[in-house]
């Protein structure tokens, strides 16, 4: 046992009064213990000179000989500290801060042999909080369940939480494999859900489908030499054969010049005011309307229901996971999920919220779907639906683009069509175009 201290009497924060005579009665007396040598050995653990030496002095031989009343005395002198109780209002805000991160299950707390992990530490925790409180009608229970991660929802799926005593039961009794399993994966949502919500804050990192460039679709540029249609060019003026030189013995005859002829693409001559034609599907763009079709079949929007944003937030989380944050999806990747409660690809949607009935332009919505989803919905819909609706009674008048050497009809009222050229030099404006 520790030997016991000196009493000085002069700082009750640095040495508690009532403690240190309990501890004096414990060590030092016995049940049947003389009151003459309770005084005396109380009188010699004071510090000499000291508050409480000089305060025994002055106390009259009555007192110092009565036992009960020198430690009467003892507590007038030095009171027992008034506590302040915390009031519930205290309490039930100490219990909304009793939160459970998911990044701490699976730690222990305390040492051999009373260590516990941390779930267990924390319901037993937050079940002594709402017993100070009263609630005996497990009120509470809700609010701690808001404040623990989502695995321990999961793992107590119908389990019987009317009460403290069986919410604690229940918590206490989880197998911490399936634990620390269910933790991992909830641990993943979360992490592709924050790189999704950091995608629609930072849209600088991935652009809106403004352009329809080359790169999106394949892996590296490709120069292309070939001309998808005549160019206009104009027939060669006849040549008029100049008389051949008398040749005389003595002038050799003259070598034959030599004439160059670049070959040209046979002319043909478009009817007046006729609009460019639509030039027919290319084995890869009729590839590229295959792919988006099975894709418009394979990847609906799930249902905005809680298992829907359930499924949702996985899939993310796997796309990532599998892909990194930084690819763009396309043919060469797995499908990317698309927003619960959205409309379907292909269906001539929003790029910015994903729904139908509006361009992106005109936007109003402040929920914006994920870049990453706005640059799928981007390709599927314009391998899909190459033609808008205003052009239905008038085909054949979208602009022509070559990309990678195929010919591509781009529609400028949903791309940005800039940095695009005409698979023709000479087509010129046409309705619906800015070229």
């Not at 120069?223 to 160019?231: G, S």
């Not at 602009?399 to 940095?419: C, G, K, L, R, W």
Request: include cysteine; hydrophobic fraction near 35%.
């Amino acid at each position: 046992m520790p030997e016991l201290e000196l009493f000085k009497g002069n700082d009750k924060r640095k040495e508690n009064p009532q403690n240190w005579l309990r501890k004096l009665k414990g060590s030092k007396f016995k049940s049947d213990t003389p009151d003459a040598q309770r005084a005396f050995v109380f009188e010699n653990h004071l510090e000499y000179d000291s508050d409480a030496d000089t305060w025994f002095k002055s106390l009259t031989q009555a007192v110092k000989d009565d036992w009960a009343q020198l430690e009467t005395a003892f507590h007038q002198r030095w009171p027992p500290l008034t506590k302040v109780g915390p009031t519930k209002d205290a309490l039930r805000a100490k219990f909304h801060l009793l939160l459970l991160k998911a990044e701490d299950i699976g730690l222990t707390i305390g040492e051999e042999p009373d260590e516990v992990y941390t779930h267990v530490d924390w319901v037993q925790r937050a079940q002594t909080l709402a017993e100070k409180i009263g609630d005996t009608d497990g009120n509470l229970i809700a609010i701690a369940k808001n404040n623990m991660p989502t695995s321990l929802n999961i793992m107590l799926g119908s389990s019987d939480t009317s009460d403290w005593t069986k919410f604690t039961t229940a918590i206490c009794a989880l197998n911490i494999n399936n634990l620390l399993l269910a933790n991992r994966q909830n641990l993943a949502i979360d992490a592709a859900t924050a790189t999704l919500a950091n995608m629609q804050i930072q849209g600088s990192s991935f652009a809106r489908p403004a352009a329809y460039t080359q790169t999106s679709l394949y892996s590296s540029p490709r120069t292309t030499n070939r001309t998808p249609y005549a160019r206009m060019q104009s027939a060669p003026e006849p040549t008029t054969p100049s008389p051949a030189a008398p040749t005389t013995a003595a002038t050799a005859p003259s070598t034959p010049t030599q004439r160059s002829f670049a070959p040209s693409t046979p002319a043909r001559t478009p009817a007046r005011n006729a609009w460019p034609l639509t030039p027919s599907p290319t084995p890869i763009s009729s590839q590229l309307v295959a792919l988006a079709q099975q894709a418009v079949e394979a990847n609906p929007p799930p249902d905005t229901t809680e298992e829907g944003r359930r499924q949702y937030n996985t899939a993310c989380a796997n796309w990532i996971n599998k892909y990194g944050a930084d690819r763009r999806p396309d043919f060469n990747t797995d499908h990317f999920p698309l927003t619960p409660g959205s409309s379907p690809l292909g269906s001539g949607e929003c790029f910015n919220c994903g729904l139908t009935g509006h361009m992106g332009r005109d936007c109003a919505s402040t929920t914006k779907i994920p870049a990453q989803e706005s640059i799928w919905r981007a390709r599927v819909n314009g391998a899909v639906n190459p033609r808008r609706a205003r052009f239905a009674e008038s085909p054949g008048t979208l602009p022509v683009f070559q990309i990678d050497a195929e010919d591509i009809e781009v529609d400028p009222e949903v791309y940005d069509t800039s940095e695009l050229r005409f698979a023709e030099d000479n087509q010129g404006n046409v309705p619906g175009s800015r070229y």
